[in-house]
Structures are given as C-alpha cells and as structure tokens.
C-alpha cells in the first residue's frame, strides 16, 4: 500500500561566499500519518524538562542548563522507529562550476537531490517541508520541485505532492532537523568548545554506532550520510 511520507528538510553554511569551507543538507522523514502524535510527544519532552511548549529547539541554543533535555530529545530521534535522518556533506573549496557547465545555485540543487533521493521511491508520495534560511526562499521552492520531480521522472508531481516553507517554531519535527544537522555540520568544522554539544555528538556516535566522519551504507535508514566530493558516486 502506497504511504504518504513527510519530510523535513533543513540546511547549514549553503551559501557560497559565507566563509564556510562545508555545506550540510540534512532531513528527517516520517510517516505523514505520525507526525501529529509525534510532534505532541517532543512537546511533553520540553514540559519534562519545565520548558514552554513554544521553546523552539535549535542547536545553537545548547547550553549547560538544558543539556538534559536535548540529551532526552536524542535518545527519543532513535528510540521512535518512525523517524529517520539523512544528511549530505559537501565541501564548497574548489568546485569548478564552470568545468561543469553550473553555478553554485545549480550545484546547491543537485547536492539536495542527492540528499533526498535515497528518500523518495516511486511507490510512496512526499510532502517536503523546507526550513529556508535566506531571503529566496521562494525562488527555491519552485526550482527544487522542479530538479526533484524531473530527475524522478515525476512529471504529473505524484511522487512529490508538493514542497514548500513552514515556519519551523512551529514543527518540532523540523526544529529535530536543524538539532541534528548541527551536530554534523560541527562534526566538519573547528573543534567544539562547548562540553554540552561535545556530549551530543559523542551520544549521537554512540546511538548510531556511527562515527559520523564518512559515508554510511547506502541502505541505512535510521543515520544515513553521505560525504559527497567531485566526481563520487553514491
């Protein structure tokens, strides 16, 4: 039987003159079915832990005070079998668009494809949230739906019913996304000063069994990664 799936997606250091030397895309997917029920659950997370239910949880407000909570909220991402996470690591040094007819705007949409494409099956149909963190948000909106549904040959958009922005203070599963996006966005960067994320990261190695550095097996469905570089294939 066909399912419907949600997908939320959520990005870090895109841009191509931010001074960053690594882009990450990542997402968490989920039966459309189970995204009300779970999003209640991460609110009765954050009522556990004397946080309001609007707190919006995001990896650059970990602290010492609260690293309990997103201690918990980890250990629920891998004990809820629903929720999976995808991520796509991608250097920005040295990418020779033009050797490759493109500019970094083309470039961006063909590393989401290949985030999102061990995702999407032509039997199921996906509905794709995105958490843009720039000004075109719609520009790109229109541009990924149309990479995606032509590089899945999805013409009459059945596969992808439809992508667009959502407000992501408002999604707690979109809000999972950019927590775990950042701890692999900080796995590629300087070395981590702060001891609260420190500990993130090492329980998400631990949970994953993963060291969260290379490229996982293609099937994996709970931590899958993919460290992409010229001319690889996954």
């Not at 439809?162 to 300087?190: F, K, P, T, W, Y």
């Amino acid at each position: 039987m066909n399912q419907i799936f949600n997908v939320y997606c959520d990005e870090s250091c895109h841009l191509e003159n931010d001074h960053h030397p690594v882009m990450v895309l990542g997402a968490i997917w989920c039966p459309k079915e189970r995204t009300r029920e779970i999003n209640e659950e991460i609110r009765a997370i954050k009522q556990h832990h004397n946080l309001p239910v609007c707190f919006e949880i995001k990896w650059t407000k970990i602290s010492p005070a609260k690293i309990d909570f997103y201690i918990e909220l980890v250990e629920y991402f891998f004990l809820e079998p629903d929720l999976h996470f995808r991520a796509l690591v991608a250097p920005k040094n040295d990418l020779r668009h033009k050797e490759y007819n493109q500019d970094h705007d083309l470039w961006y949409y063909k590393m989401y494809f290949d985030m999102l494409k061990i995702i999407l099956t032509p039997v199921d149909h996906y509905r794709i949230y995105l958490d843009i963190k720039d000004t075109r948000g719609g520009v790109k909106v229109r541009k990924l739906h149309e990479v995606l549904c032509n590089s899945m040959y999805d013409f009459s958009l059945e596969i992808i019913e439809h992508i667009q922005i959502i407000r992501s203070n408002e999604v707690e599963i979109m809000q999972c996304a950019d927590l775990l996006v950042g701890i692999i966005s900080a796995v590629n960067r300087e070395p981590v000063a702060s001891l609260a994320k420190k500990s993130l990261i090492e329980l998400m190695r631990q949970k994953s069994h993963y060291a969260l550095t290379k490229t996982t097996l293609y099937r994996e469905m709970k931590v899958n990664l993919f460290y992409w570089a010229p001319n690889t294939r996954e």
